[in-house]
């Protein structure tokens, strides 16, 4: 398929929990983003990777943190949940970071 | 943040042409124009992008005025499989990530 897995496809946690998420390529992309998607807002970027252990804010980082330790792995922390976490969770890659992205299926998470 | 203006819905006809109009009047010019669909229950998919000159693929066509403060994707025979929020975005000066908005909601009519 397109080389993009994201696990789980959904989950339901409760309140200050922690949760991850796991994006996985095998593309060998150097370039990973995190989006989350919410009605009435579109997709918005919450980190993203240029590189191995190299990663940046997007518009939307608060609450949440990444780790990248292998190219082709790509973590969304939220270290404790709030229910204003609860959305559709896109990664997404690319080769050049300027076009062409691929993203996944998406994670629904819910947090009660 | 990279502003772009998109319809919030269209309509269109089965077999007819699809203009999908956007508007991004801050663009610089060094900024890529991208698009993107969604189809119901997935991830957003690469349609299309451009610089300046119009481009075409086995997708759809990317028609960009010649000041660049807009542009059209062009789909020519909308199919039902059409159906899917469109997103007009640019990069707003960074080479690394693009920021989506609400997109355009297309319904395509049997």
């Known amino acids: 398929d397109a080389g993009i897995t994201q696990s789980p496809r959904h989950k339901v946690t409760e309140t200050g929990t922690p949760v991850t998420l796991r994006c996985h390529q095998t593309e060998n992309h150097r370039y990973m983003y995190w989006y989350r998607q919410d009605p009435g807002h579109g997709l918005r970027l919450i980190h993203y990777s240029y590189g191995v252990k190299d990663t940046d804010k997007g518009e939307v980082s608060d609450g949440y943190s990444v780790s990248r330790s292998k190219t082709e792995d790509f973590l969304l922390t939220l270290e404790s949940a709030t229910s204003s976490q609860t959305s559709v969770y896109f990664c997404?890659?690319?080769?050049?970071?300027?076009?062409?992205?691929?993203f996944g299926s998406g994670t629904r998470l819910t947090v009660v | 943040d990279a502003k772009t203006t998109q319809p919030n819905s269209m309509e269109s006809n089965e077999e007819e042409p699809v203009h999908l109009p956007c508007n991004h009047s801050t663009i610089s010019g060094t900024d890529y124009i991208h698009w993107y669909r969604q189809l119901p229950s997935q991830g957003p998919e690469y349609v299309i992008h451009?610089?300046?000159s119009n481009v075409n693929n086995r997708m759809a066509s990317l028609a960009i005025a010649e000041d660049r403060k807009s542009s059209t994707l062009i789909l020519h025979r909308a199919t039902l499989r059409d159906a899917a929020v469109y997103y007009c975005i640019y990069s707003g000066g960074s080479n690394y990530k693009l920021s989506f908005g609400k997109g355009t909601l297309l319904t395509v009519n049997p």
């Open positions: 451009g610089l300046t």
């Open positions: 997404a890659i690319s080769a050049t970071g300027g076009y062409g992205y691929t």
